[in-house]
Nanobody
Framework: QFELVESGGGLVQPGESLRLSCNISRSISPDVAIGWFRQAPGKEREGVSCLHSTGRTTKYTDDVKARFTISRDSSKNRVYLQMNNLTPEDTGLYYC??????????????????WGQGTQVTVSS
């Protein structure tokens, strides 16, 4: 079982950056997928990025591909989401999620059993 805690959200202006952290209660090795999701007001939750603990897979949704970078620090059981050049469309509640015994990672929320409580990202001038 995993417990996940997100941090690093905040209020920033367009064009600025944030780094989100997902602190995970146990080792993310060997076959664990971690995903970042977001939900804007009035919209469905969407997958933003994911990685597999072995590093064999990373994925991004198209509108963040050139701006966001997902990474991991296995020694600290943490996964990061570096978000650059933020736009108002990136505003939302950002969640990290984990699932065991996957060989790849996925951007579909139904693939993940364990979820954090979320951290708010607001991009506004």
């Amino acid at each position: 079982q995993f417990e996940l805690v997100e941090s690093g959200g905040g209020l920033v202006q367009p064009g600025e950056s944030l780094r989100l952290s997902c602190n995970i209660s146990r080792s993310i090795s060997p076959d664990v997928a971690i995903g970042w999701f977001r939900q804007a007001p009035g919209k469905e939750r969407e997958g933003v990025s994911c990685l597999h603990s072995t590093g064999r897979t990373t994925k991004y949704t198209d509108d963040v591909k050139a701006r966001f970078t997902i990474s991991r620090d296995s020694s600290k059981n943490r996964v990061y989401l570096q978000m650059n050049n933020l736009t108002p469309e990136d505003t939302g509640l950002y969640y990290c999620a984990a699932e065991r015994r996957l060989v790849l990672c996925y951007l579909e929320s139904e693939r993940y059993e364990y979820w954090g409580q979320g951290t708010q990202v607001t991009v506004s001038s």
